[in-house]
């Protein structure tokens, strides 16, 4: 049980962990695409893998595993769909009544821009404090080091896609990397999930300079 523990540190932690099973246990209800959606999965695994690790070398707060969390089950969601597909137009006109007003053109499925975005915005606050020597006050340094970590491993990611693209036949690896045309796709994911990280800089930004440090909310 005491791998359990760091899951279940505090209340929010086992809020944010039980949600996290809920939503992973419901995108497998009565799966579309059983064999990709395995294959997405698949970095899931990895990724509770290492946070379960991550978690018992330097315990994360209720708010940084949040975020993690929080990205596994949009990419959970997504994997169900397999990106390209996931009906978020037709959830905001169930919810709002109203039409999504399409802003970025055309009739592509950005909910993979979405997930690419929050790999960089919610990840970094939990990277940037443990690349500060695993201290409870972020430095600036280890915030620079969390988005250059970011930007690392979205490149190899999309070098993984691209294994994976050159394994498959092409109508599967469409299926797979969804890329839906655009041959800038890849650049276009590492950018974003550059943004996201980046983002948080307007925050640490605000340390006094001598001390470059800031304490997590």
Known sequence: ???????????WHAVWSSLFLLVLLASWW????????ALHNSLTLVGLLWLTWLQRRFPLSATELGGILLFLML????ARW?????????????????????????????FDRLVHF??????TPALSRVLSAGRQRVSRQGFWR?????????????????????????HDAEAYNGQQGDMWD????????????LL??????????????VTPS
């Open 1 to 11: 049980m005491s791998i359990l523990r760091p899951w279940f540190a505090s209340r």
């Open 30 to 37: 009565q799966p579309i695409w059983p064999y990709e959606q």
């Open 75 to 78: 990419h959970s969601v997504a």
């Open 82 to 110: 397999l990106y390209s597909n996931v009906p978020y137009l037709q959830w905001w006109q169930m919810l709002t009544g109203s039409t999504l007003p399409d802003m970025l053109g055309g009739q592509r499925n950005h």
């Open 118 to 123: 929050m790999y960089g915005a919610c990840l």
């Open 146 to 170: 969390a988005v250059q970590l970011i930007v690392v491993s979205s490149v190899a990611y999309e070098w993984f896609e691209w294994l994976i693209a050159i394994s498959l036949s092409p």
């Open 186 to 197: 890849a650049h276009k994911d590492m950018l974003l999930a550059t943004l996201g990280s």
């Open 200 to 213: 948080w800089g307007l925050r640490y930004a605000r340390a006094p300079r001598e001390s470059g440090t």
